[in-house]
């Protein structure tokens, strides 16, 4: 990404972000493969972040090693920074490259998707298994920021703050546990309902908001997300929501097994409930994800303007560029997506309302 930069400061003359931007627009880079460079090193670095699939082997083992503190400032604030800079710089500068990769790109991401499900479910340690369910719910975001229509990079904004509250709440729990037993190998629990009732309900509150259940925030920002997708691409809606599927067998399962059934391990029979500390931080969060579940709409609604905003520069972009550039012959595919993702973008939507307003077939003709 360093090396991008520079080459964008040679070629623009310019560090400052709207000046690039205005430069970019008005054709400063001649070459479709100049752009498709620079996107894709913007893009690999933030994927990495992210972590999108096939770049995703780093973060299992730094949730595993880091303490909980640790862990739940990378879920909640870090990976974001992936997302955030796909939203923020690949989209506006490099429109036309985004086009062009937004299939190879929807299809890594469900495919993280999926793959980050499955391999959750087949853990058996508790800490790496939720690491695996944030490879899965940021193939979400990932997959709606690149679908280029309102709705979904809604959702996808909004599933970011989603996971940061719901995810950082599974690891404090997770946490919570290795400070009683310190393993975090689900053999070694078991029948914790017993001594331990107050976080075994919090615990399942987590997994619920987790696993997008109605009227807590996972459910929200997912559903938005797949609603948005389907609209262009209901092949990728349709395999990413065998993700929500998996998640709540991943989530269920681990919460049956350390949880529920009767307590086998002898230590375990002794084990202190939460604390007063304990049950406030739960708390807190439990009220957080219960209000962004309820009261959706009051985050969406200021989340549009940017959204169509976003989604505006790549549509005057992309006139400039595609007429100029020629379609690189592996990923013809994207033609028709383009079309419908146009057609999108010159509809006004109000989501949070359920207020859907489409152009009438000779406006989008006469745009």
Not at 167 to 178: A, H, I, K, N, P
Not at 266 to 280: C, F, G, V
Request: charged letters at 15%.
């Amino acid at each position: 990404m360093l090396v991008a930069i520079i080459w964008l400061f040679n070629i623009t003359g310019s560090f400052d972000l709207p000046e690039i931007q205005a430069k970019l627009a008005a054709g400063a880079i001649s070459s479709s493969r100049t752009e498709m460079l620079l996107f894709g090193a913007f893009f690999l670095a933030f994927a990495i972040k992210v972590p999108l699939f096939p770049l995703h082997t780093w973060l299992p083992d730094a949730h595993t090693e880091a303490p909980t503190a640790a862990s739940v400032i990378l879920a909640g604030v870090m990976l974001k920074l992936g997302t955030y800079g796909m939203l923020r710089f690949c989209l506006p500068l490099f429109p036309a490259a985004a086009h062009r990769f937004a299939p190879l790109i929807g299809v890594l991401a469900i495919i993280g998707i999926v793959y980050g499900a499955l391999v959750a479910t087949v853990q058996p340690d508790l800490k790496r298994l939720v690491a695996y369910t944030s490879i899965s719910h940021l193939g979400f975001v990932v997959l709606g920021i690149f679908a280029f229509n309102t709705i979904s990079i809604q959702g996808a904004i909004y599933q970011m703050l989603n996971h940061g509250v719901s995810t950082g709440m599974l690891f404090l729990s997770v946490g919570m546990l290795y400070d009683r037993r310190h393993t975090f190998e689900i053999k070694q629990y078991g029948g914790l309902a017993t001594p331990m009732p107050v976080f075994s309900s919090f615990f399942l509150f987590a997994c619920f908001s987790s696993l997008a259940l109605p009227l807590l925030n996972g459910f929200a920002g997912e559903f938005l997300i797949l609603i948005g997708v389907f609209e262009h691409h209901p092949v990728w809606a349709s395999w990413a929501s065998t993700g929500a599927v998996l998640s709540a067998i991943y989530l269920l399962w681990a919460y049956q097994r350390v949880i529920l059934g009767d307590v086998t391990i002898e230590k375990n029979k002794t084990l202190p409930d939460a604390s007063t500390r304990e049950r406030i931080i739960l708390a807190v969060l439990s009220v957080v994800i219960l209000f962004m579940g309820v009261a959706s709409p009051l985050f969406t609604r200021r989340m549009e303007a940017s959204a169509d905003n976003i989604l505006h520069l790549m549509r005057r972009d992309r006139v400039i560029d595609v007429r100029t550039a020629p379609e690189p012959p592996q990923l013809t595919s994207v033609a028709r997506p383009l079309a419908a993702s146009a057609a999108a973008i010159s509809a006004p939507i109000d989501c949070c309302r359920g207020d859907l307003k489409i152009n009438s077939k000779k406006e989008r003709q006469n745009e």
